[in-house]
């Protein structure tokens, strides 16, 4: 239990919040049936910590408080809000021991109960992540329920309208609801099912790390959430993706510092100041990728993550190993053959067997009508052509990339790339 006497309890509230209420809500979720009641309940429990705990001390558990006070709120806003006696009688008897509403205690407390909260945090995101919903609709639902940001932050961070997001999160809910989506981890097509967690989670982290639109490169909050879900989601259910998922998002942040100047213009990673990478993140995202790797992941994300651990190896751009990476695109291209992987195959293959291989590979890609619309397709396309000696085509490109580019830095480097080539 805290000190209370050394510990701002109100600050400790807040970090609890930001710690467990995923756990709590998705208790509650499975106490109360309801994931809006569950919602309810879980901040009227946080409100009731706020205004008890500086009285009455903080308790020897304080998730199982929680838990406690947030299931007497919600049979009692069930009682206030129906007339059904056989409802609120059936939800009363599923509450182990009497709680009292003047002081809400701990039912919860052994290892049995600690890993049914644990499994109940894993059914919310399989719900959240249901495909039943639109993937747009599912990661709003996961950063709002799992991460616990409010409406106005995931808005911000995706530049939509709160109250059109607001219906987008309440739409999601209410299919959820309408079509009964089970409260459950879906063990039998758990490789299908954990695919779509990982893309949802992959989403949210590439939209922090390289923003679709705006005027800013990144947005922290984003991919910190995803990190902070991923690290979650393998400690519950520790599959060999999931951990390379975690491993590839630990090395493509670690980079973040060096790849925005003072100015908030795109540094690429050539460019970077590699003593500006975090080395803790890089340590700990090699050793996911040989953990992920040993254990039988070779998919999608673990070839990645492969990808990315040579690139944090090499202390200078010179020092890349080229060769390793194209193999492990070979690879990669194997079981994923997306136009991107193929465009990202296309830069290392330039690399190893020179610039007019990789053109090559690009304009194949946009021949058969991929990435057209795509504007880093057309910037790869300029830089293979100004690496080749053709400046008319590199210049060409780079006016297309531009054309398509929503993001401000991006437009700015682009810009700069049309200067450069004018000044030849």
Not at 391 to 409: M, T, V
């Amino acid at each position: 239990m805290p000190n209370e006497d050394q510990k701002d309890i109100s600050k400790y509230i807040d970090e609890l919040y930001r710690s467990d209420s995923t756990r709590v809500l998705a208790t509650l979720i499975r106490l109360l049936g309801d994931l809006d009641r569950a919602e309810e309940a879980m901040h009227e429990a946080f409100a009731a910590a706020v205004k008890q705990w500086p009285v009455t001390g903080v308790p020897a558990n304080p998730r199982a408080w929680l838990i406690s006070a947030g299931r007497f709120k919600g049979v009692d806003g069930i009682r206030d809000r129906t007339k059904d006696a056989a409802t609120v009688a059936r939800l009363a008897q599923e509450l182990p021991g009497a709680i009292s509403s003047a002081e809400p205690h701990a039912v919860i407390g052994s290892d049995a109960d600690d890993q049914k909260i644990d499994d109940d945090a894993l059914r919310l995101i399989f719900l959240c992540c249901n495909p039943a919903n639109p993937i747009d609709a599912q990661v709003a639902l996961t950063l709002r329920e799992v991460c616990g940001l409010t409406t106005e932050q995931i808005a911000e961070a995706y530049l939509i309208d709160v109250r059109a997001l607001a219906k987008r999160i309440v739409r999601a809910k209410a299919r959820l609801k309408a079509e009964r989506i089970p409260y459950e981890v879906p063990w039998k097509e758990l490789s299908t099912r954990l695919e779509i967690v990982l893309k949802v989670v992959y989403l949210m982290f590439n939209e922090g790390y390289s923003a679709s639109s705006g005027d800013t490169l990144v947005r922290p909050v984003l991919s910190a959430e995803a990190i902070r879900l991923c690290r979650q989601l393998t400690e519950l259910l520790p599959e060999p993706e999931a951990v390379a998922l975690l491993a590839l998002m630990l090395l493509q942040e670690s980079r973040r510092a060096a790849r925005v100047s003072s100015d908030g213009d795109l540094i690429l990673l050539d460019e970077q100041d590699r003593s500006l990478w975090n080395q803790q993140f890089i340590k700990e995202g090699i050793a996911l990728v040989e953990r992920a790797l040993t254990t039988g992941g070779h998919g999608p994300y673990s070839l990645q993550a492969a990808i990315a651990a040579v690139h944090a190896e090499a202390s200078e751009p010179a020092d890349t190993d080229w060769p390793q990476i194209l193999a492990l695109y070979d690879l990669l291209i194997e079981v994923d053959r997306s136009p991107v992987v193929a465009l990202n195959r296309a830069v290392a293959v330039s690399m190893c067997q020179g610039a007019e291989e990789g053109i090559a590979i690009v304009e194949r890609i946009l021949a058969e009508g991929h990435l057209i619309d795509y504007h880093l397709a057309h910037s790869v396309r300029a830089d293979l052509y100004r690496r080749s000696g053709n400046i008319d085509e590199a210049r060409r490109s780079y006016r297309k990339a531009l054309y398509l580019a929503r993001q401000a830095p991006e437009r700015r480097f682009l810009h700069k790339q049309l200067e450069r080539l004018a000044e030849n």
